[in-house]
């Protein structure tokens, strides 16, 4: 049973770009969150989507933006990018019935220059 | 608002002997609260969870901790620790109802020595 996946593991990129990160839920879950954890801080919720729907959004500006495809997977987009984006963006994904816990893929390092 | 404090950013401890590792919360609702260790390059796996019931909780690998209603904690312990314990560990915290996102500390680093 595949677990959380996420794509690519590391990518560079300079200011001002674009970038497009992916994941796949575990198998079963139908809920997809993404977390920004910078150098030395804990995990920071950037948004959850549920049904292809934004469901809940953290403090992140409208740089940020995702989506959810019919067959569960999500994507993150960050544009403009800033120095201050670099940092490790883990996905999470959970069973919608079941608030209990939270799945975590090994992150896509992001490094802006 | 909810929030998360890990006042040790990091505890070296020597191998076998016992370790606590504090979290305290700060909440207007209900909580479920939440222990995540973190291996170097690696994502986070959930080490053990309160959701309801029992204040003590164990996991498969000997840590346990116990939730303090009335003093808003929820301190992660072990009796014994190994080289392989050596990691980060993060408390988080979501709202029992209401809110889908999880709040993180800024996390402790356990650095068992030989």
């Known amino acids: 049973d595949a677990g959380v996946t996420q794509s690519p593991t590391h990518l560079i990129k300079t200011r001002g770009q674009q970038v497009t990160l992916r994941c796949s839920p575990k198998s079963g879950h139908d809920t997809v969150s993404w977390y920004q954890q910078a150098l030395g801080q804990g995990p920071q919720f950037i948004f959850q989507y549920y049904e292809e729907e934004e469901r809940q959004r953290g403090n992140f500006p409208d740089r940020f933006s995702g989506h959810q495809f019919p067959n569960y997977s999500s994507e993150l987009n960050v544009n403009a990018l800033l120095l201050g984006d670099s940092a490790l963006y883990l996905c999470a994904s959970s069973p919608d019935s079941y608030t209990g816990e939270l799945f975590f893929g090994e992150g896509s390092r992001l490094t802006v220059l | 608002a909810q929030s998360v404090t890990q006042l040790d950013s990091q505890v070296p401890v020597f191998e076998e002997a016992p370790v606590e590792l504090r979290c305290n919360y700060s909440?207007?609702?209900?909580?479920?609260l939440f222990w995540y260790v973190q291996y170097p390059n690696q994502g986070l796996q959930l080490l053990l969870k309160y959701l309801s019931g029992s204040t003590l909780v164990e996991s498969i690998n000997g840590f346990e901790a116990e939730f303090n209603k009335s003093q808003t904690s929820f301190h992660l312990r072990k009796p014994s620790v190994h080289i392989s314990d050596t990691a980060e560990y993060f408390c988080a915290v979501s709202g029992a109802s209401g809110t889908y996102k999880y709040i993180f500390g800024t996390g402790t680093r356990l650095k068992v020595l030989a």
């Open positions: 909440s207007s609702v209900s909580v479920y």
